[in-house]
């Protein structure tokens, strides 16, 4: 049994880290993004991530708006 060797020059992307999938989220919601980094973090971002960075970013943004609303009608 031989071990499987990659070519030296492709080597699998970095993976990104929680900021810089935070970054993406953000700028989700912003409708904002350049296509270079569009494509750049299409080949670095776990999808499961941005599904969980996505829930929590739509509960604090709801959650800042019903205090927000709260705070207002006060």
Do not use: C, Y
């Amino acid at each position: 049994m031989s071990a499987r060797q990659e070519p030296s020059g492709a080597s699998a992307p970095e993976p990104a880290s929680a900021w810089n999938t935070a970054k993406t989220i953000a700028w989700s919601f912003f409708g904002v993004r350049r296509r270079k980094d569009h494509e750049q973090e299409g080949t670095h971002i776990n999808p499961i991530h941005v599904l969980v960075a996505g829930f929590v970013g739509v509960f604090v943004l709801v959650a800042g708006l019903i205090v927000l609303v709260n705070w207002v009608a006060a």
